[in-house]
Nanobody, 124 residues
């Protein structure tokens, strides 16, 4: 049974940092594509950053490049998202998602397995 559980969300001031974690189980992390997505109120869910089944970072959303870093620890079956220089527009529910497809996509529609989400609020 595939499971993904996010943690690490919260309230942070603009310019601050947070690290999200996604603990996975039920599949071999390094064999699957996995990524971070977010959905702000009234907006569509968007890909933030993804890692392909081959292990390379697929891409970062333009709005987070240079500020966010995706990484994974295969031994701990955990995916991370380090978020620095946070801005109010980063406020959203952040999800991790995984899928066994082979390819390079960070589109939400191709990922079948999702966590419950973690709220990130950037506000003074």
């Amino acid at each position: 049974q595939v499971q993904l559980v996010e943690s690490g969300g919260g309230l942070v001031q603009p310019g601050g940092s947070l690290r999200l974690s996604c603990k996975t189980s039920g599949f071999t992390l390094h064999d699957w594509a996995i990524g971070w997505f977010r959905q702000a109120p009234g907006k569509e869910r968007e890909g933030v950053a993804c890692i392909s089944s081959a292990g390379g970072v697929i891409d970062y959303a333009g709005s987070v490049k240079g500020r966010f870093t995706i990484s994974r620890d295969n031994a701990k079956n955990t995916l991370y998202l380090q978020m620095n220089s946070l801005k109010p527009e980063d406020t959203a529910v952040y999800y991790c998602a995984a899928d066994s497809f082979v390819g390079r996509s960070c589109q939400p529609s191709v990922y079948d397995y999702w966590g419950q989400g973690a709220q990130v609020t950037v506000s003074s």
